[in-house]
């Protein structure tokens, strides 16, 4: 019994490894050539691809014309960072225009490799647009919404034909990151002197299994994103800390682009890292000139800030903090970044921009939200913050409610003296005159209206 038993196993392993043996005798190596090609020679393109996007009016929308666009396949599946998505453009060259269709298919690299010209049959695909990007597909519906999707692997010989041209090389457009804008979706560009963002070296390129967004950097310190896969073959690999040029498919994801690579081959940084450009000032020279609460209007209230200095002061990194009554933990906080304030001249902040245009007859320098800290209602602490972190300019005593106080301007006004020319971290009551309804000894006991009490946009 044991004899019969160990004989039939022997069999077996001697049938398999001749099994084995005879298939892999037919095989000369494991690089596989793409399947064959039915290209069509009957196939032009009728429409483009701005009359297509014309079609697409806001919802999801098949296409019922015949309809055929041809472009140039810009993307590539075989490391894994792209899935079941095929990206193209009008132009192996200066592309005008991009689009994508998603299939579900896999290795479709082996169909339509990177520089394949293909035609594609519109009649009876969804089109649609997510978060900039537009796209073409089957549909499927998600609580009643219809969304483009994945094109059946059955249906995708029907709509996408390989043109019996030759592969093209594409040459990718060269651009800087100030520059990308819509019109470059869906095709392929070289960002050159870019770098991984220094918080991010050492990092691999994506979480394992999860999609995941790393940042690029130029030597302006523009960014843009770099969208990698977790599925990709080089989802482990350390980002690389040099300079250099990486070349990707261009998405976007509402108000962000994102920069997709084929493989490793797109990235070549191999140059020294961009010197830093200190471009974040301090000064003493940027201080709080004017607070505002009229008495008739809280709409109309406002901060103003004066630069005392000879030359123009950006205030990149600054932040104007609010401490609400008594509280000493920071309220709200307005980032100051973006404001540049000309030579020996004001820069006023407003929590109701139309309001105060209506009530001073201009628009403010700057437009907030309500509750920030131009919005106070006179007993509350301010502080003007530089890039450091360090306390510029200061009104009130933090921590102590302002109300029946000599920083108290309920009602009023705060107006900083004309012989004050440079800011003072703490609070002297002598720098100011203050204007309210309740206010402590040294204050005045006059409300203010606006806006004939008001002088914003004017040191005096």
Known sequence: ?????????????????????????????????????????????????????????????????????????????????????????????????????????????????????????????????????????????????????????LKIQEHIFRACDVVTVIEPEVVTIDIIDDSMINTLIRLENIEIVEEELGLPFARIREETERTLKDCLDNEILLLNSGFSDFQQEILPESNGEITGVLLKDNTDFQLVIRDLNDISLSNERCVEIIDEFTSTHIFISEL???????????????????????????????????????????????????????????????????????????????????????DDNLELVDPFGTVIDAFGVIGEDGSGTNHEFEDGRALRNMDIRQGNPLYTFTEWTLYNDTGGPGTMDRPQNAPEDFTPGLRN
């Open 1 to 153: 019994m044991r004899n019969n038993k160990f004989l039939k196993n022997c069999q077996q392993i001697a049938l398999t490894f001749l099994v084995s043996l005879v298939l892999w005798s037919c095989v000369e190596d494991t690089n596989f050539d793409a399947p064959a090609n039915n290209c069509p020679d009957d196939l032009t393109a009728n429409t483009s691809f701005t009359e297509l996007k014309l079609l697409y009016t806001g919802n999801v929308t098949q296409i019922l014309d015949d309809l055929v666009i041809e472009g140039y396949v810009i993307s590539s599946d075989a490391k894994g960072n792209f899935f079941s998505v095929l990206h193209f453009q009008d132009n192996p060259t200066n592309p005008t225009e991009g689009f994508q269709i998603e299939i579900d298919l896999r290795d479709s690299h082996l169909f339509y490799a990177p520089g394949s010209k293909v035609f594609i049959k519109l009649k009876g695909l969804y089109l649609g647009n997510s978060g900039g990007v537009f796209k073409l597909g089957g549909v499927f519906s998600a609580f009643g919404n219809l969304s483009v999707g994945r094109l059946p692997a």
């Open 292 to 378: 505002a609460d009229p008495n008739n209007n809280s709409g109309a209230r406002f901060v103003e800030l004066y630069n005392s200095d000879s030359n123009p002061l950006s205030l990149k990194g600054w932040s104007l903090r609010r401490y609400t009554n008594d509280n000493t933990e920071l309220s709200s906080m307005i980032d100051l970044s973006d404001v540049v304030i000309n030579a020996e001249s004001t820069f006023v902040i407003s929590p109701n921009s139309s309001e105060f245009e209506n009530v001073y007859g201009f628009m403010p320098g700057l437009g907030v939200s309500t509750n920030s800290p131009a919005d106070s209602n006179g």
